[in-house]
């Protein structure tokens, strides 16, 4: 007859035995350290960080930069009735550098539906920034517009500029803050890109086109100056 105290070892060491069996039943926890892929980080993702909106993704080595934001982008929202519905189609952009009139002397003119006509004297590549700029003067301020994709529904600052400027053969992708290092420094003869940390705009042929002015009247070009002290300005050689 077994005493109290041994039945209750006995008891213990059944419930170790079960223990023992259910340790050797259970996989063992992966190490920690890289895994089998070569991720440092074990197969764990860190959160992914905002970068400037810029076309394609970042490389695992490009620096991070603080997102510029239009200062004006609360004024820059086209009234009801001014807001094309649909982003302009590569059709609708060839017709526009087709329909390329020229009116007499050195300076654009503003229509009165909102685009504008370049100059007969003006370079090629001058009234084929003004015809691509047309094709979406109307379109609405959308803060990264155009930069994920030439065609959008709306688009930023430097968005607007990038399509002018792709369109007229100038640039093969749109960009953010490279306005900055565009070219050389100064005015130029027929167009000058006003560019600061958060907001980017340029004067056309005596016209400014700016997605703060949409809010005049609903078109990106004006014929409405503003200060440019604050504004570094830039141009390209022969333009």
Not at 93 to 105: E, F, H, K, T
């Amino acid at each position: 007859m077994r005493t109290p105290i041994a039945s209750l070892l006995a008891a213990l060491a059944l419930v170790a035995a079960g223990c023992g069996q259910a340790d050797r039943r259970r996989p063992a926890a992966p190490a920690a350290g890289p895994s089998a892929s070569g991720d440092p980080a074990g197969g764990l993702r860190a959160h992914p960080r905002a970068v400037e909106p810029d076309v394609g993704l970042p490389s695992a080595t490009e620096v991070q930069v603080e997102v510029p934001i239009d200062p004006e982008r609360a004024l820059a929202r086209a009234p009801s009735g001014h807001v094309a519905d649909a982003p302009p189609t590569d059709a609708e952009v060839r017709a526009a550098l087709r329909q390329i009139d020229g009116v007499p002397g050195g300076r654009a003119r503003l229509n009165p539906d909102g685009t504008a006509t370049a100059p007969a004297g003006a370079p090629p590549v001058v009234k084929q920034m003004i015809a691509a700029a047309n094709a979406i003067a109307l379109t609405p301020y959308l803060w990264g517009g155009g930069h994920g994709r030439l065609y959008d529904r709306g688009y930023d600052c430097s968005g607007s500029l990038s399509f002018a400027f792709i369109h007229a053969g100038l640039l093969d992708k749109p960009i953010a803050n490279g306005w900055r290092l565009m070219g050389r420094p100064g005015p130029g003869k027929w167009v000058t890109v006003y560019t600061n940390t958060g907001h980017v705009w340029m004067e056309v042929a005596g016209l400014r086109y700016d997605t703060s002015a949409i809010h005049i009247a609903g078109s990106r070009w004006t014929d409405q100056a503003r200060p440019t002290s604050n504004f570094s300005s830039r141009h390209l050689p022969g333009l």
